[in-house]
């Protein structure tokens, strides 16, 4: 152990290892619970999920810790998920199978990019103002989701502001409304919506005390408190249809369905929306790309887990020779399997530097963490009686982490704080994080053109935001 992992030559031990993989691992189990919850709305199994998130978790943090040899978790990723449900299936249409497709094709496109000079010609295109706002924008995107999950939020929409509805047994379903809506807070009067406050105080609370594992702890006891409180009603609940052997029973409708006929053949049947595949793929691909890079370099640089000479290979290297470039192929690796078995992007997450802070140094910490995700199969029985309630606090601050990247932007400047605007708030209210990011582009470029500096806008980027503007081209006239 001490000749593969080099813990002398990293200055750890076992004993530290091991403490900080069961830091990493409570710090990011809630995605246990989250990513069911998020993604199974799209017409996936639920428990299908479950079991692909441990999977995808366990397969994707041991290739880290045994290929790269470093201290950093995966799972899918934050985010990822609600774009793959709320994005891609709802906003655009797609069946889950078509989206489980796309990640898939974003995790070669990663592999792809990782081992050529690809992914320097990416890096270098995407202004640092916008890689910070796509970041802090997701956070926006995904608390928002949290408090629309927890039911704090009414919509009244105008009469006339009404453009189309569906009508399914007297009851008005699928309402699209444009500008004459108006957002509110809910009436607090029922328990839902009750339990839903107490869990994000809860939880807050356990978050800014620092308790480890806050976030599962607070999942835990929120849906404890569901049962008393009405919102769950254990009766109901058959716990034989939750057991570990329906989760792999249900995993065979998930395993391999985005190469079946409604995933990939599908997705290219139609040539007319090859442009929006392409993009939506794309919007996948630069998500998962910078926030695996992020992680890495703003964890790894404090601790010396990466090298100068690691990071200078993100933008200069070819193949997978340094620590990092293993690194990356192994997040890219990842994905692909999660969407073989089910599940989106599946991305390195930034609570490992929990596990770092804890004194993490090697891959050994991975391992620990990969073991525990498999451990964590026992819990299918309990999984299924989570109410809505109890994961959305966990989106709310996961949210609140991830706007932390808004630090980086220079506000006052409006050349930066103009195409980060949209970049990110546009992620909110469009409810698109690839609508966000075309936004950010757009004006970015509108920006360089309008003060003369056409020479700082890279070719990569003219070429991307052309494919969004073609891409929207497209949806009008159709």
């Not at 998130?53 to 810790?65: D, H, K, N, P």
């Not at 774009?83 to 655009?92: A, C, D, P, Q, Y």
């Not at 990663?110 to 081992?115: E, G, L, P, S």
């Not at 339990?195 to 006891?221: D, E, Q, W, Y």
């Amino acid at each position: 152990m001490e000749k593969f992992f080099k813990l002398k030559e990293n200055g750890t031990t076992v004993s530290t290892e091991i403490i900080a993989g069961l830091t990493t691992f409570f710090a990011m189990s809630y995605i246990l619970f989250v990513n069911p919850s998020i993604l199974s709305l799209s017409g996936m199994p639920f428990q299908a999920v479950f079991l692909a998130t441990i999977l995808s978790s366990a397969i994707g943090t041991l290739v880290m810790g045994l290929f790269a040899n470093v201290p950093y978790a995966q799972a899918p990723g934050m985010g990822l998920n609600a774009f793959f449900t709320f994005t891609v299936v709802f906003g655009l249409g797609y069946s889950w199978e078509q989206a489980l497709a796309m990640v898939f094709l974003c995790g070669i496109i990663n592999i792809i990019i990782t081992v050529t000079k690809l992914r320097k010609l990416i890096i270098k295109s995407i202004p640092e103002s916008l890689q910070h706002a796509i970041g802090g924008g997701i956070g926006i995107f995904v608390a928002y989701v949290g408090i629309k999950n927890a039911g704090f939020l009414q919509f009244t929409s105008d009469a006339n502001s009404i453009v189309s509805s569906t009508v399914e047994d007297g009851v008005a379903t699928n309402v699209v409304t444009n500008g004459g809506i108006v957002p509110a807070l809910a009436n607090f009067n029922n328990p839902a919506i009750l339990l839903g406050v107490i869990g994000l105080v809860i939880t807050s609370i356990l978050v800014i005390r620092n308790v480890r594992g806050a976030i599962l702890i607070g999942i835990v006891i929120t849906s404890i408190l569901a049962i008393p409180m009405g919102v769950v009603d254990l009766s109901a609940v058959n716990f034989s249809e939750n057991s570990l052997g329906n989760s792999f029973k249900e995993l065979g409708t998930t395993f391999g369905a985005a190469f079946g006929p409604n995933g990939m053949p599908s997705l290219f049947s139609d040539v007319s929306k090859l442009p929006q595949v392409l993009l939506t793929v794309l919007a996948f691909s630069l998500s998962d790309i910078f926030d695996t890079i992020g992680t890495f370099i703003g964890t790894g640089r404090r601790t010396g887990i990466f090298s100068k000479e690691d990071e200078e290979a993100v933008e200069n290297s070819k193949g997978i020779n340094s620590k990092m470039d293993k690194a990356l192929f192994s997040d890219a690796i990842a994905t692909s399997a999660g969407a073989i078995l089910g599940t989106s992007n599946v991305t390195t997450y930034v609570e490992s530097a929990a596990g770092i802070g804890a004194g993490g140094r090697t891959g050994l910490t991975s391992v620990v963490v990969a073991i525990l995700f498999l451990l964590s199969s026992f819990l299918s029985p309990i999984v299924g009686i989570v109410p809505a309630q109890a994961t959305a606090p966990a989106l709310i601050l996961v949210g609140i982490m991830m706007m932390a990247s808004f630090k980086e932007i220079n506000w006052l400047d409006l050349e930066d704080a103009i195409p980060a605007f949209f970049t990110s708030v546009f992620m909110g209210l469009c409810y698109s994080i690839s609508y966000g990011i075309a936004a950010g582009f757009i004006f970015y470029v509108i920006i360089k053109v309008v003060k003369g500096k056409t020479k700082e806008v890279s070719p990569v980027l003219w070429i991307v935001t052309g494919l969004f503007l073609i891409n929207f081209i497209v949806l009008a006239i159709l």
